[in-house]
C-alpha cells in the first residue's frame, strides 16, 4: 500500500513562490507521480507529472513556465516548485502516484492519492 503526504502549502502573495513537498511510503519503486489542483467550486484539474527517472515532465498550459515538478527517489519524495504564483492558483493541490510507467493527465490513470494542502495566493 502506498501512503502520499502533502506539505509546504501556505497563503503566499501573488508573484510568490512556494514549494510543495509529497512524501511517499511504501513501495514506490517505478512510480509515476503527478500533482492536481481543485479550486473552490471547480473539479479537480491536472497541473504536472513526472517519469519515475525524473527525466520526463508534463505541465498543464496554464502553469507551464512557471511550475516545476522534481523528484528525488532516494527520499522517496516528489516536488512541486511553484514560482511566479497567482490568485487563480489558490487551490487545494493533490499529489498523486500510479504504478504504471509514463506520464499521465488524467485522474483516472492514478491509484494512489495524498489528503491535499492548501494553497492560498492573495492579491
Known amino acids: 500500500q502506498v501512503q502520499l503526504v502533502e506539505s509546504g502549502g501556505g497563503l503566499v502573495q501573488a508573484g510568490d513562490s512556494l514549494r510543495l513537498s509529497c512524501a511517499a511510503s511504501g513501495r514506490t519503486f517505478g512510480y509515476t507521480m503527478g500533482w492536481f489542483r481543485q479550486a473552490p467550486g471547480k473539479e479537480r484539474e491536472f497541473v504536472g507529472t513526472?517519469?519515475?527517472?525524473?527525466?520526463?515532465?508534463y505541465y498543464a498550459d496554464s502553469v507551464n513556465g512557471r511550475f516545476t515538478i522534481s523528484r528525488d527517489n532516494a527520499k522517496n519524495t516528489v516536488y512541486l516548485q511553484m514560482n511566479s504564483l497567482k490568485p487563480e492558483d489558490t487551490a487545494v493541490y493533490y499529489c498523486?502516484?500510479?504504478?504504471?510507467?509514463?506520464?499521465?493527465?488524467?485522474?483516472?490513470?492514478?491509484?494512489?492519492w495524498g489528503q491535499g494542502t492548501q494553497v492560498t495566493v492573495s492579491s
Open positions: 498523486a502516484a500510479d504504478s504504471s510507467r509514463g506520464l499521465f493527465m488524467s485522474e483516472s490513470d492514478y491509484n494512489y
Open positions: 513526472i517519469n519515475w527517472g525524473g527525466s520526463r515532465t
